[in-house]
């Protein structure tokens, strides 16, 4: 099903300090997730992607868990910086040419 | 180079105008998008083209009319504006519409009084 926005969940994290951005997702047979990262005034920038084929996959301080059992998926962010305040989606396909993204997270960096 | 994008940037119009948002990538990617984000962040597609091909229309008003002139552009034209139309309207596009990244503008924020 399709996440309904009810309000934007906020994580704080002090700077230096690891972050960690969850996401449920509602279809079992998706094969394939996205990260995005989207800072006030712009649009969504890709960080990371991840195959249902893996259950890990690290970038540059950004690592993306996967467990397909509890159809969960995690951003972990690596010494959070203040360049990393944004609010940041996964999302998924739902079949072609259509992709349904979460609800988001804000995450805020305190200096 | 911009990748992807819109214009205009900020869109103040009245209830009732006709306004449109014009879009265009330079990556030579095949698939255009455009999505409504509202005032909680919630982002929700509402049309897909493939090859200048509308191939989903996501239960959006016929008020919203997108055209694409060739692949490399997706203009979206809104009639009759109301007030629950207000929103930032992004344009994306991906290089085939599978299981891929896409690409993102930097949103037109539209304001409808």
């Known amino acids: 099903g399709e996440s309904v926005g009810l309000h934007l969940p906020t994580l704080s994290v002090q700077e230096g300090d690891n972050s960690i951005i969850n996401c449920a997702y509602s279809n079992s047979a998706s094969d394939y997730f996205i990260w995005y990262k989207q800072e006030s005034g712009k649009g969504p920038q890709f960080i990371i992607d991840?195959?249902?084929?893996?259950d890990k996959r690290q970038g540059q301080r950004v690592t993306v868990l996967l467990n397909k059992t509890v159809k969960h998926l995690s951003l972990q962010i690596a010494a959070t910086q203040p360049g990393d305040s944004a609010v940041y989606f996964c999302a998924e396909p739902s079949g072609t040419y259509k992709y349904i993204f979460g609800t988001g997270t804000r995450l805020k960096v305190l200096a | 180079d911009t990748a992807v994008s819109q214009t205009p940037k900020y869109l103040v119009t009245q209830m009732g105008n006709d306004k449109s948002i014009k879009c265009e990538q330079n990556?030579?990617?095949?698939?255009m998008y455009w999505y409504k984000q509202d005032s909680k962040k919630f982002l929700k597609i509402m049309f897909s083209?493939?090859?200048?091909?509308?191939?989903i229309n996501e239960t959006v008003p016929n008020r919203f009319s997108p055209k694409s002139p060739d692949k490399a552009h997706l203009n979206l034209h809104i009639n009759s504006l109301e007030l629950g139309d207000s929103a930032v309207y992004f344009c994306a596009s991906s290089q085939s519409g599978g299981t891929e990244e896409q690409y993102f503008g930097p949103g037109t924020r539209l304001t409808v009084t």
């Open positions: 990556l030579g990617h095949d698939t």
């Open positions: 991840i195959r249902s084929n893996m």
């Open positions: 083209y493939n090859n200048k091909e509308l191939i």
